[in-house]
């Protein structure tokens, strides 16, 4: 394999994953980080969380993860509450707005790679890991947040159309 057909494959993920988060953000009207918050919030014990701990899971910012949190706020998606006992930390609960939400956008890509990552062996996970981080290292990209998850909706009987623009 020359190394353009390396390059064109990292471009087909990488456009694959824009097309589908923009047309998450037309369809839905909910940014990738904003469904993550949710998701996570969603399988959270009791639907809530601190922001501290959004934060670890979705990998992000304190100040981005804040913002998202202000606007799934705005939208009646979630809720904060008083933490029991402790007044200067809020709890981040998921509505039933959120649930609802959720229910309609499509499946994570992250669920559908963890279950085909999780059928290969050991030493073809350490190859992907090792390619994956010199791509990384190359690119000299280590220091970049990036939410552990990733978004695209993928079915046997529909293709992204590559040429697709969402406005």
């Known amino acids: 394999m020359d190394t353009q057909e ?25 940014s990738i980080p904003q469904a993550l918050c949710l998701n996570y919030l969603k ?4 639907y809530q969380a601190t922001q501290s701990e ?12 804040s913002g998202i949190i202000n606007r799934l706020e705005k939208r009646g998606y979630l809720a904060r509450l008083p933490k029991a ?8 609960v998921l509505t039933s707005a959120g649930d609802e939400l959720l229910k ?15 059928c ?6 350490i190859v992907l890991e090792k390619g994956l981080d010199t791509l990384v290292s190359i690119l000299d990209i280590e ?25």
């Open 6 to 30: 390396i390059l064109i494959k990292i471009r087909k993920i990488v456009r694959s994953i824009d097309i589908e988060s923009k047309k998450i953000q037309k369809e839905y009207g909910v």
């Open 43 to 46: 399988d959270a014990p009791n």
């Open 54 to 65: 959004i934060r670890k899971f979705v990998n992000l910012n304190s100040s981005t993860v």
């Open 85 to 92: 006992g402790d007044k200067r930390v809020a709890n981040i």
């Open 104 to 118: 309609r956008i499509p499946p994570l890509l992250h669920e559908q790679l963890s279950k085909q990552l999780k």
């Open 120 to 125: 290969l062996d050991s030493d073809e996970l």
């Open 143 to 167: 220091q970049v947040d990036a939410s552990p998850i990733i978004m695209l909706k993928i079915d046997n009987e529909q293709q992204i159309d590559q040429d697709t623009h969402f406005e």
